[in-house]
């Protein structure tokens, strides 16, 4: 007996939304889409413009192969599994992505790693799990981190390491900063300095929102898609083959065996990594549904700034930065002159082109930079961030009885910690991990019980973060 989890009827409809076409559909929505594509271009984002020629991959699966491993999704998380498993396990995985190499979150990320993985903060975690945990989970993330830049000094990706900056977008946040910066010193001796807001505009750059600053040594921005297709080469020459254009269609077990559908053939797996990121279709496997909240989140690029500009905004760093909303702002001075700024987006992929969203950070750039208001913006895009029900990623086997393992729920900050769960899901592939006693490694993601009515809270809820981070 075996299982299928994708029917005719959703099968058909795959197809017809996917095949037909490449163009890039700027209303994918991850939750009513019956799955990414086939093969479809990449969003038209600064980072495509300027990373180059994509390096080889393996094509698409032509015919029927038996495999030991396969990963589905050739984004950061899964091209470092691959990578980990080549050199740390002897496993020579097949890596099978539905369009194009790092189709999805990766090339459409604002390229900041950060020593940080979720969206709870480090006395959030002691909240939630107590001291020692929270220790623990310290000691994993930096592991993370410092696997991250050993890897990137791999890779011609654009750094731009430093550190990053918390800016407290409002002079009441500066308490709550300054509290989470004892803990950070006192529990996890993680060293930081509080910056005054005159320091931090003088010293750095002139945002004129900033009431102050907790500034944290570890944090690099990179390219995103140099990034990526560094992990795709660094990947196949260890011995991971990447298929693209290679959606899976359909997935069937059959004693213990992984039949997953595409296009060109059906790949038979002993164990299946899924690194899919909020581009999870719901159909993909019945432990995802509805285990992952996927998010819009806009960005742009400006033009190249003017030296006037570039002096009326004080840009003396190239450091990452994030503003203290809980919608909150990130943005950075990019090598070549630009400004690059993210925030929140649509709350469906079918409003996501409506040009208000981008008016919206339009809006939140200039009021952080008044020099800037009206200047031209090259670049416009949105992508989708998984987001956990409990704010934490997982990496984990949710069926014991099942070979099939997945890495998920960054929640905006997995361009660092990816790499990190990617060796995690490797170990875990390989039969390696058990002794990583987190969490985050031990329970599965969380389902909600109101996940079908998910969009109207989100709503409910976006009004009331956007009360609360505006208020004095």
């Excluded at 032509?62 to 599994?81: E, H, N, P, Q, S």
């Excluded at 396990?89 to 950060?114: D, F, M, P």
């Excluded at 600053?213 to 660094?234: D, N, Q, S, T």
């Excluded at 969203?357 to 008044?370: I, N, Q, T, V, Y």
Aim: hydrophobic share 35%; proline share 7%.
């Amino acid at each position: 007996m075996g299982y299928s989890t994708i029917d005719s009827a959703a099968s058909a409809g795959f197809a017809a939304s996917g095949a037909g076409s490449t163009k890039y559909d700027p209303t994918y929505d991850p939750l009513v889409s019956p799955g990414p594509g086939h093969g479809k271009d990449y969003a038209p984002t600064y980072w495509v413009a300027t990373a180059g020629s994509p390096p080889p991959d393996d094509g698409p699966v032509t015919k029927d192969l038996d495999v030991d491993v396969a990963i589905i999704g050739a984004g950061y998380t899964g091209l470092a599994t691959a990578l980990c498993l080549a050199r740390e396990h002897g496993i020579k995985a097949v890596v099978l992505e539905a369009n194009r190499t790092s189709w999805g979150c990766s090339s459409r990320n604002g390229g900041q790693g950060q020593n940080a993985s979720g969206r709870l903060s480090r006395s959030q975690w002691i909240e939630r799990w107590g001291k020692d945990v929270a220790l623990k989970m310290h000691d994993e993330i930096q592991q993370g981190f410092d696997h991250f830049k050993e890897l990137v000094a791999e890779i011609d990706c654009d750094p731009q390491p430093g550190g990053h900056f918390l800016i407290a977008h409002r002079p009441r946040i500066m308490a709550k900063l300054a509290a989470e910066a004892k803990v950070w010193k006192d529990v996890f001796g993680y060293p930081s300095e509080l910056l005054s807001a005159q320091t931090f505009r003088r010293e750095f750059i002139d945002d004129h929102e900033a009431a102050g600053a907790l500034h944290e040594p570890e944090g690099i921005g990179v390219h995103a898609l140099k990034l990526a297709f560094g992990y795709l080469r660094l990947a196949r020459a260890a011995g991971a083959t990447v298929h693209t254009s290679s959606p899976v269609m359909g997935w069937e077990t059959i004693n213990g065996v992984h039949h997953l559908r595409t296009p060109g053939g059906v790949v038979r797996a002993r164990a299946v990594g899924i690194a899919t990121g909020a581009y999870t279709a719901q159909t993909l496997h019945p432990t995802l549904r509805s285990k992952v909240m996927p998010i819009l989140s806009n960005s742009m690029v400006t033009r190249v700034l003017t030296p006037a500009e570039i002096a009326a905004c004080n840009f003396r760093t190239t450091q990452v930065l994030t503003d203290t909303r809980t919608l909150r702002f990130y943005y950075r001075f990019l090598p070549d002159g630009r400004l690059q700024i993210g925030s929140r987006s649509a709350i469906t992929g079918a409003d996501a082109p409506n040009p208000r969203h981008l008016d919206l950070l339009k809006e939140g750039m200039a009021r952080k930079f008044p020099a800037l208001r009206g200047v031209e913006i090259d670049y416009s895009w949105w992508g989708w961030v998984d987001v956990s029900h409990d704010m934490m990623p997982r990496v984990c086997q949710p069926d014991p009885r099942q070979s099939v393992f997945y890495a998920l729920g960054y929640g905006g900050n997995g361009v660092s910690y990816s790499q990190q769960a990617g060796r995690r899901l490797a170990e875990r592939i390989a039969g390696k991990g058990a002794q990583h006693a987190l969490p985050i490694f031990t329970t599965p993601l969380p389902g909600h019980p109101f996940a079908p009515f998910r969009r109207i809270g989100q709503r409910m809820l976006y009004l009331q973060y956007f009360r609360h981070d505006e208020k004095p």
